[in-house]
């Protein structure tokens, strides 16, 4: 993709390191991860992401890295804006995908379609174990769609990369938790 003089740059990962540690989307202290771990870094990517500015800056992050994949999927809640915002760049169609289905209507595990066989990219705002990633790569397989990338703002390193891998996925973190550690110093 050309773009013209214009554009805002593409962000660098130490540039999408500095844009979440002064939202203040990295803390330290001591928390309990979604994993059940307890961790002296909690890195909630919504706090930048509610941003228009800061969001857009991982968008453009995120859609420099969009391949040939037809359509972007996210679980709810973390990745939907990232999701849009990506699609929104490049003018691909997206799904949402549900933490649990609906109890009414459809009783649909995701918004949106997936064609058999399509290829989907998943987009996630942190990865731990890749528990959501994983539960997401099953959703998008079972409605026939297939996943072989997943694009995840921060990979704290504490599993996901191998857990994606085994289901035939390729994690690729703009940035990485020991990335945002050293840029705090």
């Given at each position: 993709m050309v773009r013209s003089a214009t554009e805002p740059a593409v962000p660098t990962a130490a540039e999408i390191a500095r844009l979440l540690?002064?939202?203040e989307a990295v803390r330290f202290g001591?928390?309990?991860?979604?994993?059940?771990?307890t961790s002296d870094v909690y890195i909630d990517v919504k706090r930048a992401w509610t941003d228009p500015e800061r969001l857009a800056a991982i968008a453009r992050a995120l859609a420099a890295r969009?391949?040939?994949e037809e359509r972007l999927a996210g679980m709810e809640l973390g990745a939907v804006p990232l999701v849009v915002a990506v699609a929104l760049a490049t003018a691909r169609p997206y799904v949402v995908l549900r933490k649990a289905a609906k109890?009414?209507?459809t009783r649909a595990p995701f918004e949106g379609t997936i064609p058999p066989g399509g290829s989907v990219l998943l987009i996630e705002d942190?990865?731990?174990?890749?528990?959501s990633a994983a539960r997401s790569v099953e959703i998008v397989r079972q409605a026939g769609g297939r996943v072989e990338r997943a694009l995840a703002v921060v990979d704290r390193g504490e599993g996901a990369t191998e857990r994606l891998a085994s289901l035939g996925v390729r994690l690729e973190p703009l940035v990485t938790l020991a990335q945002l550690r050293g840029a705090r110093a």
């Open positions: 540690l002064d939202a001591t928390f309990e991860l979604a994993s059940g771990r969009v391949d040939g109890d009414h209507g942190v990865t731990t174990t890749a528990g």
